[in-house]
Structures are given as structure tokens and as C-alpha cells.
């Protein structure tokens, strides 16, 4: 699903942003943050964006480059699914978002469900672990891994977040316009999988 420029710039990157961490001579340094400019300008002649803001969101991290990681919540009930309408886009996407330094991600799903919600919420079972370059998601400039978490209701009451404006339940059949930035059809397919069949594996890739 990647293009091949979005690709070969996250390469460069990922071998610019190891080498200056690692390497020690002067001249090695300056060749690596060469190849790190170069992956700005493949992004600046591709997109919109301006090489100072490239730089502050792709180009910025230190040490060994490692794919972040997004973590989704699966909440059904009465065989619907939760979803959230998301602010940014005005589509529906599951709750969710970045995983958290020192929370696991059962953790985070169940603070994005109550932050997103309203839903108080137990993790109850991995469903799947999807590299998001596998998917027909949006373009992005980082890897991502995804990690989707079936959960069960257990209190509080549907309310909006800061960052969604409407909470509700779709039909299987019936579902919303998707942020598929988050989320795609196919995925939302797989929850409901995994509904259906509880003894369903867990995904991966």
C-alpha cells in the first residue's frame, strides 16, 4: 500500500537517524545527516509541507528508529460496535490513539475508551497486530504498527471527548463514513469477526 517515495524516505531516515546516534567519526556524521536532509527534501518535493516542518515531525527523534505503535479499542454491545466521530475529520474511527510510556496497551485502550466515550471498559483480548503499511490506510510519514483490543463494557455512559464529537453503536452492515487513517472497512470487518467467532485467532501483519 506505500508509495515508493513515502517508502524510501522513511528508509533514509530510519539509516540517518541510527547512524547519528551510533557512530562516532566527524566525517560519518555529516554524511549521515546528508542522507537525513535528503529524506526531507523526497518528502518536500512530494507534498505541501515545508522542510522546517518535516523536520519537526519526521526528522526530530534520537536514538535507534523504531515503529510507533496505535492502539484501538473493539467495544460491542447488543452485537454493535462502538465508534467515535473524530474532530480532526469529522469521520468515525474506534477509539483510540498512540501508545503511552508506562502504560500497557490493554492500559491505553481502556483510557482512550473512557477519554473518547464515556465508556468505563476491561480489555479482554488481542485481536490483531497489523503493520499499518499493509492496509489501504492514508499515506503516513511514520511505520505503525496497530494493535487492536477487544473490550466489555463495565460502566459510565456514552459522552464526547476532547477530540470526538459523537459517540454511538454501528450495525455490522450499517457502518459509518471511516477515518481510515485509523481504521478501514476491512478491519472493522475483522472485529466483527472475531465477534462472531470467538475462538478466531489473533491477526497479524
Known sequence: ????????????????QAGLTYSKDTYDMERFE???????????KHTNLENELIKELFANETGYQTPKVD????VFRE????????NTDGHWALPGGWGDIGLTPSEVAIKEVKEESGFDV???K?????????HPHPPSLYHVYK???QCEIIGGEPQDGMETSAVEFFEEDELPSLSTARNTETQIQLAFKHLHNPLEPVSFD
Open 1 to 16: 500500500m506505500e508509495l515508493k517515495w513515502l517508502d524510501w524516505a522513511k528508509q533514509l531516515q530510519s539509516i540517518a
Open 34 to 44: 546528508l542522507i537525513r536532509n535528503i529524506s526531507v527534501e523526497i518528502l518536500a
Open 71 to 74: 492502539i484501538r479499542a473493539v
Open 79 to 86: 452485537n454493535k460496535i462502538l465508534m467515535v466521530r473524530e
Open 122 to 124: 476491561k480489555a479482554t
Open 126 to 134: 488481542l485481536i490483531a497486530v497489523l503493520d499499518k503499511k499493509c
Open 147 to 149: 494493535m487492536f483490543i
